[in-house]
């Protein structure tokens, strides 16, 4: 079915479907409306597992056709083995979403569904894209719906959550769209495999490097350019940041490897140490930042971006332990192999903290850890998910939080032991900050009459919790499959990355 058309579908029907829900004419019909497009895109995205070929880097399920054929700019879609997981962890996620709104959502329930499924295909876009303009276009939309969703549906402060949040991603991506308007002209093409070939002299590749690390630093988001996400998760409802956390920070790191490492390679290996740097500083100062939060969503943010510290450490090491190893070396394929691993177990783990935080915060209406105490004794199904789910942030071994992580550590080795001892503070401070967490809002006594009333899950929320606890746990014991997949895709990517294309003056 929709052979030749799979990632159109994907891209096009749940926005045609967010719009049906939008103006859907009952209201009673908007959430199944909404639930019945989710699961279809997601069923229809299952195709792109089961017949993606892992052999060969070659591009798979491609489109290609016309669209502004005076600047040579097409609507070009195709994926390969680093960008057809995430389109699959985006339309898991967003069925997610739309159950986790179903009762909670009362104010302008079609509205807030519809900028989900709007979002939903803007982000299947972004990552099948392969015309830099279309990538452009899709990069830049979909900050629209998540405009909307937390300045209508955000807590007190929103207004300057989302405007803060705009404006710093809004800017990044300016300097990005010079950059590809440069190369186009240099070029002659907005195609990004005729971008990977584009030879450039180092200056305009130094530039073009720094413009990219702004736009998907801002995304992902790096030291020092991460302020804007702690605001945005505190103030946007629950849905919002677990699209935030799951989906829209894995597309910083995809445009490292789409953008940055392939086609400005030569600039990537000279100012691979700034990233890695800016990467440690993540992994270990914000580490320290989250173990003195007070609102649980805040920790989970800075946790997060701790996390995400790991997917450009891994990517980036890459260049020292080629500079010592040479390029055939194993241990750079694990470092991005890691580092993409932590993408998708990133994604299941911080998706499933924040809907825990939103089953309390639906119950009790604050988030201050302060607040609870001895959760566990009233809610005992909830608890062991939470601490499941808890486990797997600090990187427990038998979860996926573990298997990214360790990849990226054991990768580093290779490049410089203190490199690799600096990325494992984080399974000291990572266990610190979230055990303490669960101490005080799990475990102990009920601290007071509020957490005395708590009831456990009810059906919907159990559903969404055990299908991201067997998501935690498949992935943590058996996570070839994934690193199968995309194992040839990463070859060819380190074989661009570390080909000069470098044009003498």
């Known amino acids: 079915m929709f052979d030749g058309y799979l990632l159109s579908v994907l891209v096009w029907l749940p926005i045609i479907g967010g719009i049906a829900v939008l103006f859907a004419p009952e209201k009673r019909v908007v959430r199944p409306l909404a639930l019945v497009v989710s699961v279809l895109t997601f069923i229809f995205s299952l195709p792109l597992w089961t017949g993606f070929s892992p052999v060969g880097s ?4 491609v489109e290609l056709a016309p ?3 005076t600047y ?22 967003t069925v997610l979403i739309v159950i986790a709104g179903w009762e909670v959502i009362q104010k302008k329930p079609g509205h807030y569904m519809a900028a989900f499924l ?3 295909g803007i982000i299947n876009g972004v990552f099948a894209a392969q015309d830099a303009m279309l990538f452009y276009v899709f990069f830049e939309a979909m900050l629209i ?4 969703v937390i300045g209508i549906w955000g807590g007190d402060n929103r207004i300057y959550a989302t405007i803060k949040f705009f404006l710093y991603t809004f800017f990044g991506s300016v300097f990005m769209l010079v950059s590809l308007l440069y190369m186009y002209w240099q070029g002659g093409s907005f195609a990004i495999a005729d971008l990977h070939t584009l030879k450039l002299e180092m200056t305009p590749q130094i530039l073009i490097f720094l413009s990219f690390l702004i736009a998907f630093g801002v995304k992902v988001p790096m030291w020092p350019v991460h302020t804007w996400l702690p605001d945005a998760h505190v103030q946007a409802p629950t849905g919002g940041s677990v699209v935030l956390a799951a989906i829209m920070l894995k597309i910083g790191g995809y445009g490292f490897l789409r953008f940055s490492l392939p086609m400005v390679p030569d600039a990537a290996q000279e100012l691979a140490w700034l990233v890695i740097f800016m990467s440690l500083v993540a992994v270990v100062y914000i580490g320290f930042i989250a173990l003195v939060q007070s609102d649980m969503k805040k920790l989970v943010a800075y946790s997060s971006i ?8 891994g990517f980036f090491v890459i260049y020292p332990i080629v500079a010592q190893q040479g390029v055939d070396d194993v241990n750079s394929a694990l ?5 993409m691993v932590q ?5 299941f783990i911080s998706g499933a903290m924040f809907l825990s935080i939103g089953v309390l915060y639906d119950r009790m209406h604050t988030r201050e850890i302060e607040a609870y105490g001895g959760v566990v004794n009233r809610m005992p199904i909830f608890g062991a998910f939470f601490i499941l789910f808890a486990m797997a942030n600090t990187g427990l071994p038998g979860t996926s939080g573990f298997v990214g992580e360790f990849m990226v550590i054991l990768a580093s080795f290779k490049a410089n032991f203190w490199i690799a001892f600096l990325a494992a503070t984080t399974l000291i401070v990572g266990a610190a900050y979230t055990l303490w967490l669960v101490k005080r809002v799990i475990l102990g006594d009920i601290a007071n009459d509020n957490v005395a009333a708590l009831k456990d899950l009810n059906r919907r929320e159990f559903f969404m919790m055990a299908v991201l606890a067997i998501a935690v746990i498949i992935l943590g014991l058996w996570p070839n499959p994934l690193t199968h997949i995309m194992s040839d895709s990463i070859s060819h990517l380190i074989e661009q990355a570390t080909t000069s294309k470098l044009l003498t003056p």
Do not use: C, R
Request: aromatic share 12%.
């Open 58 to 61: 070659a591009m798979q399920f």
């Open 67 to 69: 669209w502004i054929e």
């Open 72 to 93: 040579k700019i097409n609507y070009h879609l195709a994926v390969d083995g680093i960008s057809m997981p995430l389109i699959l962890l985006n339309t898991f996620t």
């Open 118 to 120: 709007i979002m939903e």
């Open 145 to 148: 719906p998540m405009f909307i």
């Open 306 to 313: 701790a996390h995400m510290g790991f997917v450009t450490l």
């Open 335 to 339: 470092a991005i192999q890691g580092g």
């Open 343 to 347: 993408m998708v177990s990133h994604g």
